[in-house]
């Protein structure tokens, strides 16, 4: 039984129209902040439920933003001391990491970073940015320390740092460096993309404040319990053999780097996954075939997620034509026809089909039949991206 998700996804629902699949995030998101440290896999050098989530959808309808302050907010009210900063630099979070004095540092935080176009914008015009590999040592959790020229040692410590943020798929497209896949930054985060969008509001609903003190009474409650007995979390031996079935349905061969980097990671993720879900269902027990099941559930729907965010960022094939069949589609409420798309672009079917298939999924475009044509029918305009806005 659900200690705390299903109390959140009740109350989130009620406020916002939002995706499923971006609630549910914001609300393991919530989970990993407050069992840092204090449940762990005691397997290697130890697995730490720390994450990197971020939510990617083809405009501000997905509510991304409003799914990130739902989570900072319940957070800022159960465990405000975990809530790090919303916008920083690499040096400056290096700096409020490190340990000063006496002063026990804050290094099990959240990060929410609601618009993480705009550090992707902010980082393309500032060539040299650190801020990329800095995150990939926080993600890592190993002690390191850095030094610069003139200043003391900066030490960190152990760090337990989880993610949520939100990007639009054109500021991904625009501004997202293909050296991130390189570097392995972008394989430590999970992409969540909406499997199926909820209906609109017509007007935004009152809050249902019952429902609001019920999820975070149950996240109170559980963080009370996880913090009096912080403790390594036994596996069943179940649940293992379902993470090794997991791992060989990704196989390794035909993958290019940045793919079989995200596919390590992917599986070492299941583990933190798997860990969260059983906090959820029952954190004194092991972790039991339904947790690992929903980590491997949601795994899958991020692996799917990954290769649009790859193909948007890396310069891939899928990725050029996904945006040229955006621009060349035109502007919002635009009908074009697929067979002149594909001929004017000079794609092949297949092609087309798999780009087209990205875009309709991110919601930026949809398909439809006028006049017995199968066509586009643009949602988005893409000249909206690439001005910035």
């Known amino acids: 039984m659900s200690q705390f998700l299903a109390a959140f996804e009740r109350y989130a629902v009620t406020v916002t129209d939002a995706p499923m699949d971006f609630l549910h995030a914001a609300g393991l998101a919530c989970l990993s902040t407050v069992s840092l440290s204090r449940r762990w896999i005691d397997r290697g050098t130890g697995i730490h439920p720390n994450l990197f989530l971020m939510l990617l959808a083809g405009s501000s309808a997905d509510r991304k933003s409003t799914a990130v302050k739902l989570a900072v907010d319940l957070l800022e009210k159960v465990e405000k001391g975990r809530v790090g900063p919303t916008d920083f630099s690499g040096e400056g979070l290096i700096s409020s990491l490190a340990a000063r004095g006496d002063a026990k540092p804050k290094t099990r935080i959240i990060l929410p970073i609601s618009e993480f176009g705009n550090y992707l914008a902010t980082a393309s015009r500032q060539h040299g940015s650190t801020l990329s590999p800095t995150l990939c040592q926080i993600y890592d959790g190993d002690s390191f320390s850095r030094s610069r020229s003139g200043k003391p040692v900066q030490r960190i410590v152990k760090p337990r740092v989880s993610m949520l943020g939100g990007v639009a798929f054109g500021m991904l497209a625009k501004y997202g460096d293909p050296t991130d896949w390189v570097t392995g930054f972008y394989a430590r985060i999970l992409w969540i993309m909406p499997s199926q969008r909820r209906p609109r509001f017509a007007i935004i609903p009152e809050p249902d404040r019952a429902a609001e003190r019920a999820a975070q009474e149950s996240l109170a409650d559980l963080r009370l319990q996880l913090k009096s007995a912080p403790r390594p979390i036994g596996v069943d031996p179940a649940a293992l053999r379902a993470c090794e079935e997991f791992t060989t349905s990704i196989p390794e061969d035909h993958l290019d780097p940045a793919a079989a980097a995200t596919r390590e990671r992917l599986i070492n993720a299941v583990w933190k996954l798997a860990l969260l879900y059983q906090v959820d269902l029952d954190h004194n027990a092991p972790i039991s075939r339904q947790a690992m099941d929903n980590a491997i559930q949601f795994a899958k729907r991020a692996w799917s997620s990954f290769t649009v965010a790859y193909g948007a960022s ?30 004017a672009l000079h794609i092949a079917v297949d092609e087309f089909s798999a780009a087209a298939q990205v875009l309709i999924t991110l919601g930026v475009v949809r398909q439809r039949v006028k006049d017995r044509q199968k066509g586009i029918e643009v949602l988005e305009p893409y000249a909206e991206y690439q001005s910035g806005i």
């Open 314 to 343: 890396s310069g891939s094939p899928l990725g050029r034509n996904a945006n040229r069949i955006w621009a060349a589609a035109g502007n919002t409420g635009n009908f074009t026809p697929q067979r002149e798309l594909y001929r």
